[in-house]
């Protein structure tokens, strides 16, 4: 299962600050919420709106500048430090999970409870809902983040 590059796109300085708001339970409700709702919306890399399909960091900007009206960096090498780290015992849904290898940032998704994850995974596939318990999830390392 390739990741596709999943926005790691050049682009123009982000308006994202370093240190965003926290994000409110009502907030991040609204948040998990929405990402569900767009799942099976067509992957696209760069794409960042259903119209155009999403990449997974394109997905996250959407959903949180849509529900919380918050600017999300733009590329995942910038989500990994984005908000605050999230010990795994207390993540909840509208957190994100920042998945690293060979400590690169390689793919992010919502995490929406219960162990599962939205995300836009890969060329060709779907916005698709997965279980970090899966095979192949369960592999990979990962971290919460709150913004």
Known sequence: M???????????PSSASTAPPRLSVEEANDVTLYAI??????YRYGGNTPESGF???GLIGHVYRSRAHIASPRT???LVNWGQPVPADS???GDLVVFVQAGVASHAGIYVGENRFVHAPSTGGV????????????RQSFSFRRP
């Open 2 to 12: 390739a990741l596709g590059g999943c926005g790691n796109l050049p682009s123009a």
């Open 37 to 42: 709702s767009l799942v099976g919306t067509p």
């Open 55 to 57: 990449d997974c960091s």
């Open 76 to 78: 995942v090498a910038a």
């Open 91 to 93: 993540a909840r849904t």
């Open 127 to 138: 916005v698709r809902l997965d279980s970090l318990r899966s095979a192949y999830w369960a």
